[in-house]
């Protein structure tokens, strides 16, 4: 199992009139932290891109036990809980700084050859990278 925290403020334009982070916005939390997990890594969407694979979203789960508010400190914390193949399954979890769970989540995205627009195995490079962390390819 691989996992990453990061942290992001919820802004004012993220909220709605009673003041709580809008529902569509914890997708884009979740994109954060799955950016944030990639560079953890040494990796990032860019150089995949660079190397003709592109990352399209199949799946989106979210559910929503308490608000985020307005410039709440979220701590995101993102998990992959088995190698990728051909899809990669990022599972989320957002706290606020008293440690309560606010939200969980998860995504599900496909690697896609850009040229051919199929799916493809996932980069070697992130497959090296996360190796030492799952033992043939399970929770370790």
Do not use: W
Request: hydrophobic share 40%; net charge neutral.
């Amino acid at each position: 199992m691989y996992s990453h925290e990061t942290f992001i403020r919820v802004r004012y334009g993220e909220t709605d009139q009673m003041g709580y982070m809008y529902y569509g916005n914890y997708a884009q939390f979740y994109e954060v932290g799955r950016v944030e997990m990639l560079r953890s890594l040494g990796l990032s969407y860019k150089s995949f891109e660079r190397d003709g694979i592109m990352m399209p979203v199949l799946e989106l789960n979210c559910k929503y036990l308490r608000p985020a508010r307005y410039d709440d400190l979220i701590r995101v914390v993102t998990t992959l809980k088995e190698i990728p193949r051909m899809r990669i399954r990022f599972e989320y979890a957002l706290y606020d700084t008293d440690n309560m769970l606010l939200n969980t989540g998860a995504t599900v995205l496909v690697f896609v050859n850009m040229n051919s627009l199929k799916p493809c195995l996932p980069p070697a490079e992130l497959i090296t990278k996360l190796q030492s962390y799952f033992e043939n390819g399970v929770v370790s």
